[in-house]
């Protein structure tokens, strides 16, 4: 497969394997910059082993994935999240016993050589300040500031991951089930939250409602037992036979 | 309650300890003086423990073994070698950090009972060298120092010679683990998985924070030379990272000033109980397990748990 240079993000015939078992089976992919990406399938499909190979919590066995032109097959994790790769967990991964104010700062700092002051103060300059006020303003965790993580509902834990996850002003954020054990009135918010990101910011999500997931994108990538099954534009996943089979017919049976 | 600056009532806590610290001794007879020298020493092995063991989540089992090498260093240099005490102090402080340093890069990787199981290798490793290499450690009968200098033989003027050291190392301490860096660690503690995805070299903070605690524990060490002026195996057993690690515990893991609580408390009971019985080893270990199931969070730990229940 020929890969342009003008592709944000690109997998090359992307592979994983645990054991006997392909997890994900040559994938390939292209994502625009400024592209809204959701990348749905039942459970089992690859979806989050997929997404960990872009991040590179796993490596692919075989295959590469490019990130703005550069390969980044075997870049360590926090190598990528300094090229800009940002991202949030299915399972809600924060530092339950700092408070919001104490998981911003370590997301703000994550980029910034300040991290390795030994010594100094640990209040925010007034740069990182600004920028961690937007991310909580957006994320709707403006008055939470001071609270224990562990002592927030499941939902503001969801919030507090996008805010995390958009401090570091990522260039490709990569949302995991972003609404996933959510209220219905929860859900809105998370997804008012999406649609208010800014556009120039590429986004891959993983998500298991439709409904929300083909509101918020321009294109939907299907994935089914490791193998990319459809790739198409909302309006026509809906419409789709394979994917009715695969996903939607059994996603309605299991709820 | 926020972790950043310190609240009034713990800033007077801190102030009224320091200030005991400082006025105690001048009521007390010599003995009991040289005990609270002890004291103050322990405590900041215990605090170089709590860095790793409280604010990374990981406990180490070697730098009691960091320690001795220190006073290993620091004695040899000013008994055997003939040199300034001072020069082999700084020395020690050195030679502990390089090993601290060794130390890191291979324990770094493992995390858990692993983590806890490798430093007790390697703290025994050095335990096992300053037995056998009787040449220059003098095996099992030691080395005597020559560290103390003629100005500080008495033990008001030493004590409070250690308690300004120690005051000032509490100090930089204290700034460490409240430096952003020092929140790295928390954040490495409570989730190494999202601190990479945020862009952290986790291995890279694990060693700079080793190596700083095997800098502190090797301060201990020299200063614990000046003490006790003599050297032997002990000094860098297990029984030594263990005992940091008790006090640590005792006063309330995460705290860092909980050490001096701890080490107060073991020091003062061993040395109480030993009056009595030469099975003090059986009572503080009763005494451990009766902390470790009414207050797991330690002594500190458990007023602070106390205090914000009050709050509500």
Redesign the interface.
């Known amino acids: 497969m020929d890969l342009s240079v003008t592709d944000f993000l690109a997998l090359d015939a992307v592979t994983v394997q645990f054991g006997a078992l392909r997890a994900v089976d040559e994938v390939s992919l292209r994502v625009r910059k400024g592209e809204r990406r959701a990348i749905i399938g039942p459970n089992g499909a690859g979806k989050t082993t997929l997404f960990n190979a872009i991040?590179g919590?796993v490596r692919a066995t075989t295959g590469k994935v490019l990130f703005e032109g550069a390969d980044v097959t075997r870049t360590?994790?926090?190598e990528r999240?300094?090229r800009g790769m940002?991202?949030t967990?299915q399972i809600t991964?924060?530092?339950?016993?700092?408070?919001v104010a104490?998981n911003m700062?370590?997301?703000l700092?994550?980029?910034s050589p300040?991290?390795?002051?030994?010594?100094?103060?640990?209040?925010l300059n007034s740069e990182e300040a600004g920028r961690a006020d937007r991310a909580l303003e957006v994320s709707r965790l403006g008055a939470r500031r001071?609270s224990r993580v562990k002592e927030m509902s499941y939902g503001e834990q969801r919030q507090l991951e996008m805010a995390?996850a958009l401090a570091?002003q990522p260039r490709l954020l990569l949302l995991d089930e972003p609404a996933a054990g959510l209220s219905p009135s929860e859900r809105v918010i998370v997804s008012d939250i999406i649609r208010a990101l800014p556009r120039d910011l590429t986004l891959v999500l993983i998500e298991h409602d439709m409904d929300l997931v083909l509101s918020l994108v321009d294109y939907v990538t299907v994935l089914n037992n490791g193998k990319l099954l459809v790739e198409a534009p909302p309006a026509e996943i809906r419409l789709n036979k394979d994917v009715q089979d695969v996903y939607l017919g059994k996603a309605r049976h299991h709820a | 309650m926020s972790t950043d600056a310190m609240p009034r009532l713990a800033l007077a806590a801190v102030l009224l300890g320091a200030l005991a610290f400082a006025l105690v001794p001048l009521i007390l007879p010599t003995y009991q003086v040289s005990i609270l020298t002890e004291v103050l020493i322990y405590a900041v092995l215990a605090m170089s423990v709590d860095v790793l063991a409280g604010y990374t989540g990981r406990t180490p089992l070697c730098l009691g073994a960091v320690f001795g090498v220190s006073t290993y260093v620091t004695v040899y240099y000013s008994s055997t070698f003939g040199g300034s005490p001072y020069v082999g102090m700084a020395l020690g402080v050195l030679a502990a950090t390089v090993i601290a340093a060794l130390f890191a890069l291979l324990a770094i990787r493992t995390s858990g009972v692993y983590f806890l199981l490798l430093t007790l290798a390697l703290g025994m490793i050095v335990w096992g060298i300053c037995l056998r290499w009787t040449s220059i450690t003098g095996g099992e009968n030691g080395i005597r120092g020559n560290v103390r200098p003629a100005e500080l033989a008495a033990h008001l003027p030493f004590y409070y010679v250690v308690f300004v050291a120690v005051a000032v190392v509490t100090f930089v301490m204290w700034r460490f683990v409240h430096s952003p860096f020092g929140l790295t660690l928390r954040g490495i503690r409570d989730s190494e998985s999202r601190m990479r995805a945020l862009g952290y070299n986790v291995s890279l903070h694990m060693f700079i924070a080793f190596t700083v605690a095997g800098l502190f524990s090797g301060i201990a060490g020299a200063l614990y030379a000046m003490f006790n002026d003599f050297v032997s195996p002990s000094t860098v057993a297990l029984t030594q990272s263990v005992e940091g690690l008790l006090m640590a515990i005792t006063g309330g893991i995460g705290t860092l000033f909980g050490s001096f609580i701890g080490a107060l408390a073991i020091i003062g009971l061993e040395n109480a109980v030993s009056l009595y019985t030469e099975r003090w080893q059986t009572v503080l270990g009763v005494a451990f397990i009766v902390i470790m199931i009414f207050a797991p969070e330690g002594i500190l730990g458990g007023i602070k748990t106390l205090l914000a229940r009050k709050r509500g």
């Open positions: 991040t919590v360590a994790i926090h999240a300094r940002s991202r967990f991964n924060l530092f339950p016993n700092l408070t104490e700062r370590l997301a700092r994550g980029l300040r991290k390795f002051s030994l010594l100094g103060s640990p209040a001071d995390m570091a």
